[in-house]
């Protein structure tokens, strides 16, 4: 079955940098996507890889390892307003959409 | 950017009543639409696929006679909720995917709905 696996909830201190991981198993794959969902709102785009390595936009960073089916998002610089669930999405073969359970994200002063 | 326009942002409801949700791309064309629906601390999960001129493609477990997906045109599509119970009460989102655009840079999602159902 195709499965995406990040954690539930991480804490932070503000000004601090801090790694979500996420693990996919998908029947194909067409990309990795990370979107920041803060409550009640709706997934905003953060960041789209598809090829091994590391995406740098500003604060957020994101990596690829496509043979080991892992990725991961790193925040720098933390800010209060960065305080959100991060969801990790693979896109199949078929071109769906498949979503992780999100990641809470806890920045503390 | 694109933006998707969903109404109503939340809605309370008697049980046995319908509730129409709406989701309309603005300033682009949408050929294709997804229903998400999302409960607490919990992922997306895919209810539909709407399919402009076409009927949509509902994902396995979804009652395609109480959850009524309309995609008329390309930048319009309606789910229906269709006598609705407590346990429909959940956060309703859709995305529009830009028609020919690539889903890295052209899927983009409404601001949701947050349904009660009493």
């Known amino acids: 079955g195709q499965n995406i696996d990040q954690p539930t909830e991480m804490t932070a201190t503000e000004g601090a940098i801090v790694q979500i991981n996420c693990t996919y198993q998908?029947?194909?794959?067409?990309?990795l996507f990370w979107y920041q969902q803060h409550a009640g709102e709706a997934p905003t785009f953060l960041s789209y890889?598809?090829l091994d390595g590391l995406e740098e936009k500003g604060r957020f960073s994101s990596f690829l390892s496509r043979s080991k089916g892992y990725s991961y998002l790193l925040l720098k610089e933390l800010q209060m307003k960065d305080s959100a669930s991060y969801l990790c999405?693979?896109?199949?073969?078929?071109?769906?959409?498949?979503w992780g359970a999100g990641t809470k994200l806890i920045i503390k002063p | 950017g694109a933006v998707v326009s969903q109404h109503p942002s939340w809605v309370i409801c008697k049980s046995g009543t319908s509730v129409k949700i709406e989701c309309r791309s603005l300033?682009?064309?949408?050929?294709?639409m997804f229903w998400y629906r999302q409960f607490p601390k919990q992922s997306l999960m895919l209810m539909a696929t709407?399919?402009?001129?076409?009927?949509?493609?509902?994902e396995q477990g979804v009652e395609k006679d109480k959850f009524l997906i309309n995609h008329a045109s390309l930048t319009l599509s309606t789910l229906t909720v269709t006598s609705a119970h407590p346990e429909d009460s959940s956060f309703y989102i859709c995305?529009?995917?830009?028609?020919?655009?690539?889903?890295?840079?052209?899927?983009?999602f409404g601001s949701g709905t947050q349904l009660s159902v009493l």
């Open positions: 709407s399919n402009e001129g076409s009927k949509a493609t509902y």
């Open positions: 995305s529009a995917k830009e028609t020919g655009g690539s889903f890295s840079e052209k899927l983009f």
């Open positions: 998908t029947s194909g794959f067409n990309g």
């Open positions: 890889n598809v």
């Open positions: 999405a693979a896109l199949d073969s078929n071109y769906q959409l498949i």
């Open positions: 300033d682009f064309q949408a050929t294709t």
